[in-house]
Nanobody, 119 residues
Framework: QVQLVESGGGLVQPGGSLRLSCAAS????????MGWYRQAPGKQRELVAV???????NYADSVKGRFTISRDNVKNTVYLQMNSLKPEDTAVYYC?????????????WGQGTQVTVSS
């Protein structure tokens, strides 16, 4: 079974930086895209950034110029470098991946990692 495990969340002051990681493991034949979503209290889950197998990326307007998504295809790992963090970036961040594995082509989610931006 495919699993996504996130790491790197925490508490940071406004203007600071954090780097999130998400590693996919299990019987994986191919990963079509990997991405990050976030959900703040009382709000719907929203897309933050996505990177496709060819390297194409998309970002939410609210994070453009501050966040960078990257991917290590050998390690099946996606990263989210978050700079110039703002209090409104506070949320639980979830990793997401479209994977062809032993159960076919499915979308998987990580368990989430808390990011808190506060002074």
């Amino acid at each position: 079974q495919v699993q996504l495990v996130e790491s790197g969340g925490g508490l940071v002051q406004p203007g600071g930086s954090l780097r999130l990681s998400c590693a996919a493991s299990g019987m994986i034949f191919s990963i079509f895209y990997m991405g990050w979503y976030r959900q703040a209290p009382g709000k719907q889950r929203e897309l933050v950034a996505v990177i496709r197998s060819g390297g194409n990326t998309n970002y939410a307007d609210s994070v453009k110029g501050r966040f960078t998504i990257s991917r290590d295809n050998v390690k099946n790992t996606v990263y989210l470098q978050m700079n110039s963090l703002k209090p409104e970036d506070t949320a639980v961040y979830y990793c997401n991946a479209d994977v062809l594995g032993d159960r076919g082509k499915l979308v998987y989610w990580g368990q989430g990692t808390q990011v808190t931006v506060s002074s």
